[in-house]
T-cell receptor, first 106, second 113 residues
C-alpha cells in the first residue's frame, strides 16, 4: 500500500506569514491527494484536494502543488491567521501522513 | 443531520470483551472507510468498502478486527478479544467517488481497561 511521509511535524509562524507543509508518497499509481485540518477534539475536515492531472490548485489563502515525477505535494497557506492553528494532514491513496501541528502566533 | 453518523460516541470495555461500532455514511456515498486514530497521530487506514464489497484491508490489521457493510449502506466494525492497545478513536468516513474528499464522522472513542 501507499506510504505517505509528512514534514515538518510542528510549525510555528507569525500571523501574516506563510506556512508550507510537505508530503511525499511512494506509490506512483496514486492520483488523489486531499488535505485535512483537524482542530483539537474534532473530526478531520477536508480543506483542499488535488488530482494527478493538475499541478496546482488554489482556494483563497490555501494552495496545493503536486509534483508527480518527484512524488511529492505541498500545502501552502498565505497570510496566516490565528484560526489557522490546527493539525494538518496530507493523504494519498487513503493513507494519511503523521500530521503537522501549525501554530500561528498573533 | 445528513452527515456521517457513528454510534456509540464512547465505549469503555474490559480487556477480552468484544465490541461493535456502527457507521451510517451519507446516503448517496458508495465508498466507506474505517480509520483508527491515537493521540498525536494521523488517521491509520483500516479498511474500505465500495458499496457492499470490502476492497482493501490493512495488512496491519489483526484477525481480531472485522468489518461489514451488508447492504451497501451502514457498516459495522467489530473488535474481538479487545486489548489495551486497541484503545483509540475509531473514525468512519464516506465519499461518493474515489477522487472525492472524505467526510468524517465524529468517531467512537474506545477505552479498553
Amino acid at each position: 500500500g501507499e506510504n505517505v511521509e509528512q514534514h515538518p511535524s510542528t510549525l510555528s509562524v507569525q500571523e501574516g506569514d506563510s506556512a508550507v507543509i510537505k508530503c511525499t508518497y511512494s506509490d506512483s499509481a496514486s492520483n488523489y491527494f486531499p488535505w485535512y485540518k483537524q482542530e483539537l477534539g474534532k473530526r478531520p475536515q477536508l480543506i483542499i484536494d488535488i488530482r494527478s492531472n493538475v499541478g496546482e490548485k488554489k482556494d483563497q489563502r490555501i494552495a496545493v502543488t503536486l509534483n508527480k515525477t518527484a512524488k511529492h505535494f505541498s500545502l501552502h497557506i498565505t497570510e496566516t491567521q490565528p484560526e489557522d492553528s490546527a493539525v494538518y494532514f496530507c493523504c494519498g491513496d487513503m493513507r494519511f501522513g503523521a500530521g503537522t501541528r501549525l501554530t500561528v502566533k498573533p | 443531520d445528513t452527515g456521517v453518523s457513528q454510534d456509540p460516541r464512547h465505549k469503555i470495555t474490559k480487556r477480552g470483551q468484544n465490541v461493535t461500532f456502527r457507521c451510517d455514511p451519507i446516503s448517496e456515498h458508495n465508498r466507506l472507510y474505517w480509520y483508527r486514530q491515537t493521540l498525536g497521530q494521523g488517521p491509520e487506514f483500516l479498511t474500505y468498502f465500495q458499496n457492499e464489497a470490502q476492497l482493501e484491508k490493512s495488512r496491519l490489521l489483526s484477525d481480531r478486527f472485522s468489518a461489514e457493510r451488508p447492504k451497501g449502506s451502514f457498516s459495522t466494525l467489530e473488535i474481538q478479544r479487545t486489548e489495551q492497545g486497541d484503545s483509540a478513536m475509531y473514525l468512519c468516513a464516506s465519499s461518493l467517488l474515489f477522487s472525492d474528499g472524505y467526510t468524517f464522522g465524529s468517531g467512537t472513542r474506545l477505552t479498553v481497561v
